[in-house]
């Protein structure tokens, strides 16, 4: 149980195009799901948490209007990376909090390997 | 500034020996921790948590807690190639009212030799 399926697992786009990554919670609710990015040979870096039907926290130096996130349902957050660059080319990955765990439990989605060419 | 931080591995250990990989963290008010594996172009996939002092034992993984000295540690028994990969450390941070994050630390890539 507790899975996130994330999607696309991977996306080549053109410069200046937007992506949409997708994070669907199948068999719980995600009232909380994390953002995070990883460079190669880095680790985790969290971009934005985001709570159902209200706008997202994004961490200090992360751009809210070229990474947009929705989280509209309790099963379904989004997030678009807005007129993308070379520079943006990372692993996605989302997590999602688990309930009934008082806050400590997460379970993390497949990830998304995005290329910017 | 709230950090996690592992070492720098790269680390190698023969099969069947024990790999010891550490963490320590800059919040003395976490109250959580974590140890991830992550494959090369994988998400992280939980291995163990701990939250009480002491240690923490799930077959070949012990987890080992020290609050006072803000430290974490994970070993690993009789280690296998498959245990090959980066090893996260997550701490949970507190945020605001209930809200809780996940930091990770940088992580230190284990190599198990055959």
């Known amino acids: 149980g507790a899975v996130v399926s994330q999607h696309p697992s991977w996306v080549i786009c053109k410069s200046g195009t937007s992506v949409k990554i997708e994070c669907r919670s199948l068999d719980f609710q995600a009232t909380t799901m994390f953002w995070y990015r990883q460079f190669p040979k880095q680790s985790l870096m969290l971009m934005a948490t985001?709570?159902?039907?209200?706008?997202?926290?994004?961490e200090q130096g992360v751009e809210k209007d070229k990474f947009l996130i929705n989280h509209a349902s309790l099963t379904l957050s989004t997030l678009t990376v807005t007129s993308a660059h070379p520079e943006d080319s990372s692993f996605y990955i989302c997590?999602?909090?688990?309930?009934?765990?008082?806050?400590?439990?997460?379970?993390f989605g497949s990830g998304t390997r995005l290329t910017v060419v | 500034q709230k950090e996690v931080e592992q070492n720098s591995g790269p680390l190698s250990v023969p099969e069947g020996a024990i790999a010891s990989l550490n963490c320590t963290y800059s919040d003395r008010g976490s109250q959580s921790f974590f140890w991830y594996r992550q494959y090369s172009g994988k998400s992280p996939e939980l291995i163990m948590f701990i939250y009480s002092n002491g240690d923490k034992e799930d077959g070949r993984f012990t987890a080992q807690l020290n609050k006072a000295s803000q430290y974490v540690s994970l070993l690993i028994r009789d280690s296998q190639p498959s245990d090959s990969a980066t090893y996260l450390c997550a701490v949970n941070i507190w945020i605001s009212g209930s809200a809780r994050q996940l930091t990770f630390g940088s992580g230190t890539q284990l190599t198990v030799l055959p």
């Open positions: 997590s999602a909090s688990l309930p009934y765990t008082g806050g400590y439990g997460y379970t």
């Open positions: 985001s709570n159902e039907g209200s706008k997202a926290t994004y």
